[in-house]
């Protein structure tokens, strides 16, 4: 059984920053893509990630309204994922999900939240102004 349990998440003011971490009690981590998805205040979960990584590390994909502000990363030996959140906008205030599924190639990065079937119960990130 895979579970995710997201950490992190709290409240910061506008251009402050915050790291969501995410560990996965998964025997083979390093065989899973990964990724981390928002849902806003009153809204449906995004279907597109914020930001996704290959099961590898090596490729990366970031949303148009984070590139340049969130950095993913992940660390195979702890099965953690990490989303390094800096210049927090009011905006980007949702609860934050993390996502797994096993990936058959190293450098496939999985966008779409409906390729997922492993998620977490969510953090909440709160960006006053």
């Known amino acids: 059984q895979v579970q995710l349990v997201e950490s992190g998440g709290g409240v910061v003011q506008a251009g402050g920053s915050l790291n969501l971490s995410c560990t996965a009690s998964?025997?083979?981590?390093?065989?899973?893509?990964m990724g981390w998805f928002r849902q806003a205040p009153g809204k449906e979960r995004e279907s597109v990630a914020v930001?996704?990584?290959?099961?590898?590390?090596?490729?990366?994909y970031y949303a148009d309204s984070v590139r340049g502000r969130f950095t993913i990363s992940r660390d195979n030996a702890k099965n953690t994922v990490v989303l390094q959140m800096n210049s927090l906008r009011p905006q980007d205030t949702a609860i934050y999900y993390c996502?797994?599924?096993?990936?058959?190639?190293?450098?496939?990065?999985?966008?779409?939240?409906?390729?997922?079937?492993?998620w977490g119960q969510g953090t909440q990130v709160t960006v006053s102004s």
């Open positions: 998964i025997q083979t981590f390093s065989l899973y893509a």
């Open positions: 930001a996704a990584i290959s099961r590898n590390g090596d490729n990366l």
């Open positions: 996502a797994a599924e096993r990936a058959t190639l190293d450098y496939r990065v999985l966008v779409q939240s409906d390729v997922y079937d492993y």
